[in-house]
């Protein structure tokens, strides 16, 4: 029997994660997400296993300027319920954009990550900024284009 190849596995100490920032400014929203998904992932990296924690930071600033096409700025809605009768919270896009545009972002990224173990600490890799200032400066993010 000949030598069959082997499957690569990435080891730990070879996951040196790196860090990205985007400036979400004039960006499509879901545009903007699937791309950071795919960092957040590991993806865009020969090394990508999907069971493992493979992908890099990504820092967002100006999430205030991202843009949304068509009437989904007053038609797309957000629902929060809290459990109890009558508790159904409901929010538009351009509402959640004025009061809350990190949550806005997040929840798109969120929906575009696998759906398995991974995605908290998938999530907790992507810091999310309205303004254009973020204090992640002492790790020389590159920048990401989208």
Same mark, same amino acid.
């Given at each position: 029997?000949?030598?069959?190849?082997?499957?690569?596995?990435?080891?730990?100490?070879?996951?040196?994660?790196?860090?990205?920032?985007?400036?979400?400014?004039? #960006?499509?929203?879901?545009?903007?997400?699937?791309? &950071?998904?795919?960092?957040?992932?590991?993806?865009?990296?020969?090394?990508?296993?999907?069971?493992?924690?493979?992908?890099?930071?990504? &820092?967002?600033?100006?999430?205030? #300027?991202?843009?949304?096409?068509? #009437?989904?700025?007053?038609?797309?809605? =957000?629902?929060? =319920?809290?459990? =109890?009768?009558?508790? $159904?919270?409901?929010?538009?896009?351009?509402?959640?954009?004025?009061?809350?545009?990190?949550?806005? &972002?997040?929840?798109?990224?969120?929906? $575009?990550?696998?759906?398995?173990?991974?995605?908290?600490?998938?999530?907790?890799?992507?810091? &999310? =900024?309205?303004?254009?200032?973020?204090?992640? /400066?002492? /790790?020389?993010?590159?920048?990401?284009?989208?």
């Amino acid at each position: 029997m000949k030598n069959l190849a082997r499957t690569y596995t990435p080891k730990k100490e070879n996951l040196v994660p790196r860090w990205f920032v985007v400036d979400a400014e004039g #960006k499509t929203l879901g545009r903007l997400a699937s791309r &950071i998904a795919l960092v957040l992932m590991g993806k865009h990296k020969p090394t990508y296993a999907p069971h493992l924690l493979t992908g890099d930071f990504v &820092i967002v600033t100006n999430a205030r #300027k991202v843009k949304l096409t068509g #009437k989904k700025l007053l038609q797309k809605k =957000y629902y929060r =319920y809290s459990g =109890y009768i009558g508790g $159904m919270k409901v929010k538009t896009a351009g509402e959640l954009l004025k009061t809350k545009p990190e949550e806005l &972002i997040r929840h798109a990224v969120s929906g $575009m990550l696998p759906k398995n173990r991974l995605r908290k600490r998938m999530l907790k890799r992507l810091k &999310i =900024y309205a303004g254009p200032e973020h204090p992640h /400066q002492a /790790q020389k993010p590159e920048v990401l284009n989208v």
